[in-house]
């Protein structure tokens, strides 16, 4: 390939601009401080997003963010933004702390234990700050 653009940077650079264009003060896009700004979607959101919009038999949002949970972990849990807002979004479309806890417990089997650990140490990051705001209520 003789193409000297790269096309990451490139994308990078476009994600930047439209970050800019939400909030001129804005001088880089971080993907933290997307999660500080909007750490979850409403149920009804993710449901239109993520849930039942291709197939009404589909699956519904609370089972696809699971399964985004799986492969987030798969891939070493190498985003602890993406993470954590996917364990928010998943507790906020019904699963439980327990389906989180097994999903990622599933995950060792096929992306070992250190891929393990680190995404339960995310998603415990997610699960106290949930227990904390619900001992607040």
Do not use: C, Y
């Amino acid at each position: 390939m003789t193409d000297p653009v790269n096309p990451f940077a490139a994308m990078m650079a476009q994600a930047q601009e439209m970050a800019k264009a939400f909030n001129p003060a804005l001088e880089s896009f971080s993907p933290k401080d997307i999660e500080a700004l909007w750490p979850t979607m409403p149920k009804e959101f993710m449901e239109m997003m993520f849930g039942k919009g291709i197939s009404k038999e589909g699956l519904d949002a609370r089972t696809r963010l699971l399964i985004t949970l799986a492969g987030l972990t798969m891939l070493g849990a190498q985003s602890d933004t993406q993470m954590r807002m996917t364990v928010r979004h998943a507790l906020e479309a019904g699963a439980t702390k327990d389906e989180i806890a097994e999903t990622i417990a599933m995950m060792s089997m096929f992306a070992g234990i250190p891929s393990m650990n680190r995404a339960m140490e995310f998603a415990r990051q997610v699960l106290d700050e949930h227990e904390d705001k619900d001992e607040e209520t």
